[in-house]
């Protein structure tokens, strides 16, 4: 009888062993082990992290064909618009690299496998990690001794852009500045700077993935957004670090707003975005600070539950952003659009929703393909999908901003 339960327990063990070994090689196979790089010389600059510690990234090395192509994906994760929220942030993985872990999984846009990445997956991948609060955009040089707190977002994106050239970006023969959320805005603030540090024989272009917020109007009749994007710039000082071709034609909180910003952007520039993005219907549309007696609660979770006079003022909402894209970019020869009308935020970064057999379309297109296609100029996309309810492909993601 005790032979019996051991060989049973051994042969558990033997089931558990082989399960790690597969999950631990399907991991690799994604990219399931991409090692942190902490950027410790950036110390000597000033370029740190909320909490002051050093900036970090992980780099997937690219291989064969795709050994001089470099894809930079700046992480999202929200702002900070002031002390108390920069504080919250400082001890978490969002502002110190000492909190965050030490690998990560590569997937979608990032991916390493063939099939599910054909045009990018041989490429250097990298995933800049998101730790100052200011979509890479601050830089105050004083600090409050009392809370600690390095405002230092622009001191950081320069500190890890200087680390990749050195590792051979400089010589880069095709490379993309890509984001999703704050680091979707951020790859649009950076895109032109990106571009004109790199060789002028590359193809350079961007890629912003739920990072097109619009200076929307809100259930109040408001702009609540833009006392928020206005603090963010002003917290962090940011001002002189948004584009001067924006920022010479109007205030500086309104240069956090891509539409403004994208009227005079030198770089081709393609926007991967939900016309009914959810981050922006619950923070733009129906921020809580409007909404006193939660009537859009229920709405803002499942527009399958918003009611009839909500739904309209959703696809007005839809048409608000519509309108941005046009104001933005509508001239641009040179644009990329996938957009689409599931209700999420963030989809380059799953593989679900980049390309697989059951990947969200737009125009019977799927984003890794339409996103591949105009990079590498085989064919142009610039696709608006039709309002909500219509499109039976939608895949439910919702990150974080």
């Not at 033997?14 to 999950?23: A, E, R, S, T």
């Not at 995933?127 to 977002?153: H, L, M, Q, W």
Request: with cysteine; proline share 3%; glycine share 8%.
């Amino acid at each position: 009888m005790v032979l019996s339960v051991s060989r049973m327990a051994t042969s558990r063990l033997d089931q558990w062993l082989y399960l790690i070994v597969c999950i631990v090689g399907l991991l690799k196979a994604e990219g399931g082990s991409v090692p942190i790089t902490v950027v410790e010389t950036a110390r000597a600059k000033g370029a740190v992290c909320l909490d002051g510690s050093p900036p970090a990234y992980h780099l997937e090395r690219g291989s064969g064909s795709g050994i001089n192509n470099w894809l930079v994906h700046m992480e999202g994760g929200g702002w900070c618009d002031d002390v108390e929220t920069c504080l919250s942030r400082k001890d978490t993985y969002k502002g110190s690299s000492q909190k965050m872990k030490t690998t990560m999984g590569f997937s979608g846009i990032l991916g390493s496998k063939q099939s599910a990445n054909p045009d990018f997956h041989n490429w250097n991948r990298i995933k800049i990690r998101y730790c100052d609060g200011s979509s890479f955009t601050g830089d105050v040089e004083a600090v409050d001794p009392k809370t600690n707190i390095y405002y230092r977002g622009e001191r950081v994106w320069q500190a890890v852009i200087d680390d990749l050239l050195a590792k051979g970006m400089s010589k880069a023969q095709n490379a993309i500045l890509s984001g999703c959320s704050a680091g979707g805005l951020a790859a649009i603030l950076h895109c032109d700077k990106f571009s004109s540090l790199l060789p002028a024989s590359a193809r350079v272009k961007c890629v912003s993935d739920a990072g097109y917020f619009i200076h929307g109007k809100d259930i109040s009749g408001g702009f609540h957004i833009e006392t928020f994007f206005g603090q963010v710039v002003k917290t962090h000082g940011s001002a002189k670090n948004l584009p001067a071709s924006c920022t010479s034609r109007m205030k500086p909180e309104l240069c956090f707003f891509p539409q403004y910003v994208t009227q005079t952007m030198k770089t081709p520039l393609f926007i991967i975005n939900s016309a009914y993005d959810s981050w922006q219907i619950k923070n733009i549309l129906a921020p809580s600070a409007v909404d006193s007696k939660k009537a859009w609660k229920s709405c803002k979770l499942d527009l399958k539950k918003c009611s009839a006079s909500q739904l309209q003022t959703v696809q007005d909402y839809r048409m608000q952003f519509l309108s941005a894209i046009n104001t933005g970019i509508g001239n641009s020869t040179s644009k990329g659009l996938f957009i689409d009308s599931c209700y999420a935020h963030c989809q380059s970064g799953s593989q679900a929703t980049w390309l697989s057999d059951k990947s969200t379309e737009v125009d019977n297109t799927k984003m890794g393909k339409a996103v591949g296609d105009w990079f590498y100029d085989r064919s142009a996309f610039e696709k608006i999908d039709c309002p909500y309810p219509c499109n039976p492909t939608c895949v439910s993601v919702d990150s974080e901003s």
